[in-house]
């Protein structure tokens, strides 16, 4: 009881804002007979599931003192390679799912590599990797989205299990896995240290290149299973897919409390910032607010969310 | 009144929960130097915040020259002449020695800045103290007591008339203590009054005149520095007689439990571990002295697995061990306190939990279960045994003063029950009540059986508190010394024979045999 009791207190900020926001699209006349339906709820989820799927990895690289600014692009070239391996190349399903969660994971096991045993940082290998993974969705696909309708390939995206949407389901899975390994075992907690002090975790005798090579590559893994979830969902691969996912994901994070200078944050914190984004984006959608200015207004919100959140840490702090 | 430079009266601040300061007096002459002794959360810092105009007293009155002055930011501070030396020196540092000098008010040309004018300014001011420094040079190229020298420089360049030194010797070494104390004695003729914080009691009879004692914030009283005991200024800091400063048993001749041979660094360039031999016998505490830089704490970096590449051999109970990794050391009963413990120690923002069972995850996390009942049961029992004072087992360990980080630091290392105890400067920056707690669970440690390695570039500590102390120079062993015939003077020498070791082996007495 007393976990719960502190879940709520260290996220008081984020959780009176998500409250805010589900009593004001309740109330607000356009969206009162629509937002609290079960169709929009699931609606809502399934919309989050992939930057959920994202932000779980993001989260541990921010905690671990990085960025990974490539899930965006991977989610581009794992749809395509998944698709391109079954509408072309004539594999099963399931290899093509396989094929597209593999290559997410290289990426981010090479990004790992890289970042684990030079000096260059994350921000740069990723950005690089972006670029690169970006490159291969387009000259891969030849620009054209590829279509794949089968029943087998839309089930991970469109599909249901028992009346709740496949993603959803995917997304809890991906989130319980998460909070296990960040938070019960050893190396989750290696991953804080090697956040809060590098140095002082080379002391510790913790393997500090180990947990960045781990951490980048859980986030490629991510990526690729967001990129399949999605490409699912649209029944192609297409190289523009993901575009800026890796914002959103970062958003989520930061808006979840997590510190952008590594060695402190929660899961608990980033679910919240992907519903409020989540809720945001569809309540902004049934109000009928013009999509131009939908990024004006999550700019702002993200900006006054973090905000509040600094503000009480300021105040805890004394 | 007026003979007095700077006069603060009766200075009162305080935040949320905590009186920092209580009705605190403080008189500076012209010409002279005043220490401010006190504990840590003593309130000086406060003290000489509200002087610099970064926190605003709630009650009291500043006057320089006789006159009242208000000072309300640090705009105002600096055009009232005063200058602060922090003590995290705050340079930038791929700048020039020149360009930090002129930092904000560079001087301006027909094209900008006029850097010629600017470096021909900041060498002359440079060359009036005879410091050698290049003001062309990068910050980062320069040592930190030559930082510290440009900081001296940047500060009276001013034309400031009260400067105030926030412990400037902490982190160098002694024949640059010597130096700037030359400096400040210099200035001080020129009619500067300087504040001096330190830590180092011995600094006092060297370079200060008075001394005012601060103790909870409150103002203990202004003595004269050459006619009062230290005993009796410790007393004033502390509140209490410490009667035992020091407490140490000292043990001879037990057997041997740890030898390390010959260990290297194998490092082509800036070589700091050159073919050190050295042994430590069960129950005593070993004593590396040495000049800053004479590669002690890497030698012990190397017998702990830090560095890879080195070589040598390390021997356990006479069984030899292979050490490559700190998981080895850790496994072979090695334990490393690092010197730095900002840097290469504490995790900041975690919680005093956090930072105490790191290295002992295992005894509580396994198979996707943490048992938070044992890691609290484990912080606790370090707790206890270091006597550490924190609110919670929860609050930030950066919120504790230096002396509970520190007994936190050593507290995570003892959780791995070690055999070999390796302490790297245990008491820098950690005021004189805990640093007599720290000795005193040193030498309980030691009669327990564990044998502690106590790297320190206090001359005091190493002599009062070592069974033998090993001097190393330029990465060698230049002497061993045993505790009766142990004295300044002696270390000192050995110290600084620069590169003679391996000819004129210096050998006294037992155990310490030089390569």
Redesign the interface.
């Known amino acids: 009881m007393t976990k719960v009791k502190r879940y709520f207190k260290d996220n008081l900020g984020i959780i009176a804002a998500l409250a805010f926001m589900i009593l004001f699209l309740y109330v607000f006349p356009r969206t009162h007979t629509t937002f609290l339906t079960k169709t929009n709820i699931f609606n809502v989820l399934r919309q989050s599931s992939t930057n959920l799927m994202l932000a779980c990895g993001m989260t541990m690289v921010i905690i671990l003192g990085g960025i990974d600014l490539s899930v965006g692009s991977i989610i581009a070239m794992s749809g395509v390679l998944g698709a391109a391996a079954v509408v072309w190349h004539g594999m099963p399903e399931i290899v093509g799912i396989l094929i597209a969660i593999m290559s997410g994971v290289i990426f981010g096991l090479l990004n790992g590599l890289v970042i684990a045993k030079t000096q260059i940082p994350p921000f740069i290998v990723t950005l690089a990797s972006m670029n690169i993974a970006k490159g291969i969705a387009y000259v891969y696909s030849g620009g054209k989205p590829i279509r794949c309708m089968t029943d087998a390939w839309k089930f991970l995206g469109a599909g249901y299990v028992a009346g709740i949407p496949t993603p959803v389901i995917t997304m809890t899975i991906v989130f319980i896995v998460s909070v296990l390994f960040l938070n019960r075992t050893r190396i989750g907690r290696h991953i804080y240290a090697v956040g809060g002090n590098d140095t002082a975790a080379k002391f510790s005798g913790i393997s500090t290149s180990k947990v960045k090579f781990v951490v980048f590559s859980f986030s490629g893994l991510m990526a690729g299973l967001a990129g399949i979830t999605i490409a699912s969902r649209l029944y192609s691969g297409t190289c523009t897919s993901g575009d800026g996912a890796e914002m959103d994901a970062i958003a989520a994070v930061v808006v979840g409390g997590t510190s952008m200078s590594g060695g402190s944050g929660k899961l608990g914190g980033t679910l919240i910032g992907v519903l409020i984004i989540g809720i945001l984006n569809n309540g902004l959608n049934l109000m009928g607010v013009n999509s131009d200015w939908q990024y004006i207004i999550k700019g702002a919100v993200i900006l006054l969310a973090v905000y509040t959140d600094f503000l009480r840490s300021r105040k805890k702090a004394g | 009144m007026s003979n007095y430079l700077l006069e603060m009266k009766n200075i009162s601040k305080s935040?949320?929960?905590v009186k920092a300061l209580q009705g605190v007096n403080f008189q500076l002459k012209s010409g002279e130097i005043h220490a401010l002794l006190g504990e840590n959360g003593a309130g000086k810092s406060t003290l000489i915040k509200v002087l610099g105009g970064i926190y605003i007293a709630e009650e009291g009155e500043i006057f320089i020259d006789g006159k009242p002055v208000a000072i309300n930011n640090v705009n105002a501070a600096r055009d009232n002449g005063i200058s602060i030396i922090h003590q995290e020196l705050v340079q930038v540092p791929h700048m020039t020695v020149a360009e930090n000098i002129f930092l904000g008010r560079e001087p301006m040309g027909k094209f900008g800045v006029d850097t010629r004018r600017m470096v021909k300014e900041a060498q002359s001011m440079l060359d009036r103290f005879d410091l050698g420094i290049d003001a062309a040079a990068e910050v980062y190229d320069l040592s930190i007591a030559q930082q510290q020298m440009v900081e001296i420089v940047k500060a009276i360049s001013f034309n400031c008339r009260i400067l105030v030194m926030d412990e400037p010797t902490s982190s160098i070494s002694d024949r640059e203590v010597e130096q700037l104390f030359e400096i400040m004695r210099n200035l001080v003729k020129q009619g500067v009054g300087i504040i001096y914080i330190s830590h180092k009691m011995s600094e006092l009879n060297e370079v200060c005149d008075r001394v005012t004692v601060l103790r909870d914030g409150t103002y203990v009283g202004t003595r004269e520095v050459a006619t009062t005991p230290r005993d009796e200024l410790i007393a004033m800091m502390v509140g209490r007689e410490l009667s035992n400063y020091y407490t140490r048993d000292h043990v001879k001749d037990t057997e041997v439990v740890f030898k390390c041979e010959h260990i290297d660094d194998a490092k082509k360039h800036h070589k700091r571990v050159n073919d050190v031999t050295f042994e430590v016998r069960k129950g005593e505490i070993v004593g590396f002295a040495g000049l800053v830089g004479a590669g002690r704490s890497e030698t012990m970096q190397c017998v702990f697995?830090?560095t890879p590449g080195s070589k040598g051999t390390v021997t356990i109970d006479g069984r030899p061990v292979n050490i490559k990794?700190?998981?080895d050391?850790?496994k072979y009963g090695i334990s490393?306190v690092?010197e730095n413990r900002k840097?290469?120690?504490?995790?900041?923002?975690?919680s005093v939990a956090?930072n105490s069972t790191?290295?002992v995850?295992?005894e509580f996390?396994n198979n996707?279960?943490?048992n938070t009942r044992r890691e609290h049961e484990i912080t606790q029992e370090f707790i206890d045994k270091m006597n550490t004072k924190t609110p919670s087992h929860e609050q930030a360990v950066t919120n504790l003063s230096g002396g509970n980080q520190q007994k936190v630091m050593i507290g995570r290392w003892l959780a791995t029950k070690p055999k070999l105890l390796i302490l790297d400067e245990p008491t820098r920056g950690v005021d004189v009540g805990a640093k007599a707690e720290i000795y005193e669970i040193m030498n309980e440690l030691t009669k327990q059986g564990m044998s502690i390695i106590m790297i320190s570039s206090e001359l005091p500590e190493i002599i009062n508190m070592a069974d033998r102390v090993y001097v190393m120079c330029d990465g060698r062993i230049t002497g061993c010394i045993d505790y009766e015939d142990v004295s300044q003077e002696a270390i000192m020498h050995l110290a600084t024979v620069e590169g003679q070791a391996q000819d004129n082996t210096v050998t006294q007495k037992s155990g310490g045999k030089t390569a």
């Open positions: 935040f949320p929960g697995g830090l990794t700190p998981v050391a850790m490393l690092p840097v290469e120690g504490l995790y900041h923002v975690q956090f790191i290295e995850l295992h996390i996707l279960v943490v």
